[in-house]
């Protein structure tokens, strides 16, 4: 590969880690040409983009990055897969999926939303992670909950002084 096609290649991860904001770095070394299609196909179907690049055209993009993510650097060795995702936990979630039965894929890293995690260590943490959509929800639902109380409230207020109205009525009458 000469300097001309590392540099497309570099820009072409630099894209992509701007466009999707986060990506992932494991280990597939070891698995079988099957198990690797496998895990493509699983990505596809997840939305997920996977890549294999050499670990210094990976550094060199990740140079490009805003902000430091030079921890990330550690986790360039040996085989690298990139897995590229609009939604932070989905590769962490595939992971975990992918490894009922065998230790592969290892988690090396992940850079979310310019928050770099190091470590296999980290794979329950990152599944555990809430996506921004899922965010938005709670907070949304947080907000309509104060007024679904009052509407409640005055609802069951009516009912009730209609109730009194009523017997009230019935006495009188």
């Not at 880690?17 to 990506?23: A, K, W």
């Not at 902000?67 to 936990?89: C, H, M, P, R, W």
């Not at 999926?97 to 296999?120: H, N």
């Amino acid at each position: 590969m000469n300097r001309e096609e590392k540099h497309v290649v570099v820009s072409a991860l630099l894209e992509k880690m701007q466009e999707f904001g986060n990506f992932y770095i494991a280990d597939t070394s070891s698995l079988s040409v099957e198990k690797v299609n496998n895990i493509r196909r699983k990505c596809f179907e997840s939305g997920i983009e996977m890549q294999v690049a050499k670990n210094t055209l990976i550094k060199k993009a990740i140079e490009g990055l805003e902000g430091d993510a030079s921890e990330i650097y550690v986790a360039l060795k040996g085989q690298s897969a990139l897995l590229f995702s609009t939604v932070g936990n989905g590769p962490a979630k595939l992971i975990k999926a992918l490894r009922k039965g065998s230790d592969k894929p290892q988690l090396k890293a992940a850079y979310i939303d310019s928050t770099v995690f190091v470590g296999d260590n980290q794979l329950d943490t990152l599944v555990s992670l809430k996506s921004r959509e899922e965010l938005i929800g709670d907070i949304i639902g947080l907000l309509q909950s104060p007024a679904k109380n009052v509407v409640s409230a005055l609802q069951s207020s009516g009912n009730k002084i209609a109730g009194i109205v009523k017997t009230l009525q019935e006495r009188e009458g």
